[in-house]
């Protein structure tokens, strides 16, 4: 269970995303804010020899056509399912900070309650969309009532039927939060479709498929769906693993780069608990451990980076107290200095023994581009040279490809603004 921390530009994508995608014996899933020259185009062609690709861009960043639906709801079946899915909408738009205020609170329980209407009943999330416009329509209350959910009916009337202001308020929230699906060609992707395959993360888990959830981030943009899709894919693989077993053979492998931005999965910390020996391989990438704290909240950070049992620390760190911390973690070893005085009765050596940091706080913030400290649960902290895909034999073959890739994607952006859907595409 792998949490990096690196600086932007410092290789994060092409020295740990792209090599552990290329060395991948199982299925992979990736998230991204980036299509072109990345994680995507790297490893697209090489991943589509072992499996089938599926690719999740409901914001078009590779232009990549929809050949593929994944059912959203499909986990909003039951209440904890529901509040789930509702979180990723939250967390998505406000920081952990804020996201227990009222309306907060109020907003992501409204949407938990019109998940779990839809999903009990198979309605799309379109659905969803239309009750959020007219607040007064009392379908969601029924369908809640009819699959038996009375108190979180009775809550939704409550709501629906409070005071007005309190009401349009709440509402106002729940749509800001959902607003990225608010978007019917962003919509689509997680809409049942006659015509396309589904994406089923239980069969996936088996399989030697890769997943590419690609993302814009920020407020409004689709990573709630990323991280939605991202959490049932690793969710799915552990209850698969303990059905079989104990573990999945071969292991999944769950890149989350870029997670603060694309993937804030806001329970992240305990699910690393859980994935712990079932053979899901969590890699979660970020900029900071500030930017993970801003994600999580502190204790969350601190949750998840004790979890993970191999954490690794890149060039760019400019945060002194995470360094100080980093430096104290490393430890002391002793120095030995000799000293010559002179005096009248001639020289005299003596040695005395000093306690030094191996690495001090000011090193570790200076660790140049390509090196990374490696803090792995039973061994001794080490320095590592970090082996970018860039500089590997594979280069040769791998290079060309993602170029490639990357020339499809902008003939794709081309070939849209002249109204051909469909050109520029490899397989
Ligand atoms: N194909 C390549 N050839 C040479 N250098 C590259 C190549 N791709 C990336 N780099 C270098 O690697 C650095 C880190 O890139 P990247 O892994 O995308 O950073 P991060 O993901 O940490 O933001 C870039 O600044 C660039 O100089
Ligand atoms: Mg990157």
């Known amino acids: 269970m792998i949490v990096a921390i690196m600086a932007p530009r410092s290789g994060k994508t092409s020295g740990l995303a792209i090599p552990s995608i290329l060395a991948a014996p199982g299925p992979v899933l990736l998230t991204s804010n ?12 090489a991943r589509a020899e072992v499996g089938t690709v599926w690719v999740l861009d409901p914001q078009q960043i590779a232009h990549h056509p929809r050949r593929m639906w994944w059912d ?79 108190a979180v009916a009775a809550q939704l009337q409550g709501t629906v039927s409070g005071a007005t202001e309190t009401r349009d308020g709440i509402y106002e929230t729940a749509r800001q939060y959902a607003s990225c699906l608010l978007d019917p060609d962003v919509a689509a992707w997680v809409t049942p479709s006659q015509d ?18 690609l993302s814009k981030d920020g407020g409004g943009s689709a990573s709630a769906i990323i991280a939605a899709a991202a959490d049932a894919v690793m969710r799915a693989a552990v209850v698969v693993a303990e059905r079989s077993g104990g573990r999945l053979d071969p292991p999944a492998l769950c890149v989350l780069d870029e997670a603060a931005n694309v993937c804030k999965i806001s329970d992240l910390p305990d699910l690393y608990s859980h994935l712990g020996s079932r053979g899901v391989i969590p890699m979660t990438i970020l900029q900071s451990y500030r930017q993970g704290q801003r ?96 500089e590997e034999p594979s280069a040769k073959v791998i290079g060309p490809a993602s170029a490639r890739a990357t020339k499809a994607i902008t003939a794709r952006a081309i070939a849209k603004t002249h109204g051909h859907d469909d050109f520029g595409l490899s397989a």
């Open 72 to 150: 959203i709801l499909a986990d909003a079946r039951d209440l904890a399912g529901a509040k789930r899915l509702a979180g990723h909408f939250v967390t998505a738009s406000v920081d952990e900070s804020n996201s227990s205020d009222f309306w907060s609170a109020a907003a992501s329980n409204t949407l938990g309650a019109l998940f779990l209407a839809a999903a009990s009943h198979r309605r799309p999330i379109t659905d969803v969309l239309a009750w959020l416009a007219t607040p007064a329509d009392r379908t969601p209350v029924d369908l809640l009532t009819d699959a038996g959910h009375h």
């Open 295 to 390: 994600c999580w909240g502190e204790t969350g950070m601190d949750a998840l980076w004790s979890a993970a049992t191999i954490k690794i620390v890149g060039s760019g760190i400019d945060d002194a107290d995470f360094a100080d911390r980093l430096s104290r973690q490393i430890g002391d070893h002793d120095v030995q200095t000799t000293s010559v005085s002179t005096s009248e009765s001639g020289k005299s050596t003596s040695v005395s023994m000093r306690t030094e940091r191996i690495l001090p706080p000011d090193a570790i913030r200076a660790l140049p581009k390509g090196k990374a400290l490696l803090l792995a649960t039973g061994i001794r902290i080490a320095m590592l040279n970090l082996r970018p895909w860039y």
């Open 196 to 213: 396309l395959p589904e994406f089923k993360p239980f069969a996936f888990a088996t399989s030697r498929d890769t997943l590419y959830l």
């Open 34 to 45: 980036k299509a072109a020259n990345d994680a995507f185009t790297a490893t697209v062609d």
